[in-house]
């Protein structure tokens, strides 16, 4: 975190950009012109500083950041409920056209998962032919929120009760229909690695974040809201790591949640 930061000056894109790792030591960098109604997407060597790949797709497209097989690309668009694929090299794959644009996709790439009507459903993409997921138990869903597509488990929020719109957590196997995990409290999730995932909840009493974090497959360590510096600040998970980030008026931290929470407030050390 001390060494300096390097700027790239190979791309300067007009707006806020999203910025994923790809293969090959690339990142993705995808940004939309809202006034053109273009998206402009490019694959840019960081240790070199070039753009090695670039093209420009008409609509406002959106990268998803999920891995696959192929290490394929996945961008969607809200407004056509439709999904684009390309290669490592930008060159497209397909095309296709959902019903819920907020779904995830297997690790192969021939099956997409979403909520439809709050049952939770799945798609082949060979001809979009759909069915319902089968589970060991009959929720209704609220959201599907984190999915490993290599294990096939989803975290979800689900309705406690037909007459109420109090919600709870579950985590299921899609591939095997288990739950393994069932709460009655709703928490925001974030996936971190090696099937690790971050389950956090606001507390009213303190006005902070309070956090359960581990593999799903074992044990979970709970941190209470009084471990963080940043109170009455926002706290963010980071996708795909162990990090969380909390911003607040007086300062931007960097947490790691492990055997220990650590804490590094970023103007300590010129981020």
């Known amino acids: 975190m001390s060494a300096p930061v390097a700027e790239l000056k190979c791309t300067a894109p007009a707006s806020l950009s999203a910025i994923y ?16 109604n273009i998206t402009t997407i490019s694959i840019v060597d960081i240790y070199n500083d070039t753009v090695t790949k670039e093209i420009v797709i008409d609509g406002a497209w959106v990268f ?46 021939s099956t997409y998962y979403y909520l439809s009507d709050r049952v939770l459903c799945m798609m082949r993409a060979s001809d979009q032919s759909c069915e319902k997921v089968r ?12 999915f490993d597509n290599i294990t096939g488990e989803a975290v979800t929020q689900f309705y406690l009760s037909n007459y109420s719109g109090e919600c709870g957590t579950a985590v299921v196997n899609i591939n095997t229909g288990k739950i393994s995990m069932l709460q009655s409290a709703a928490y925001q999730a974030f996936s971190q690695r090696q099937r690790a995932v971050l389950f956090m909840s606001f507390d009213d009493k303190t006005f902070g974040y309070s956090l359960y974090y581990g593999r799903i497959d074992g044990d979970f360590r709970f941190a209470d809201s009084g471990l963080f510096l940043d109170s009455g600040g926002e706290i963010y998970g980071c996708t795909g790591s162990p990090y ?22 970023l103007k300590d050390v010129k981020v």
């Open 64 to 109: 998803k950041d999920q891995s696959f097989a192929d290490n394929r690309m996945a961008f969607y668009n809200f407004d056509l409920l439709e999904w684009k694929f390309y290669d490592t090299k930008l060159s497209e794959i397909n095309t296709v056209k959902v019903e819920n644009i907020n779904g995830f996709w297997s690790y192969d790439g």
């Open 244 to 265: 969380l980030t909390a911003i607040s008026d007086a300062a931007t931290t960097l947490y790691r949640c492990d055997a220990k929470i650590a804490a590094c407030k």
């Open 135 to 146: 589970l060991d138990l009959d929720l209704r869903f609220l959201s599907f929120d984190v």
């Open 21 to 36: 790792p790809t293969v090959n030591n690339n990142v993705i960098v995808c940004w939309t012109d809202y006034d053109a």
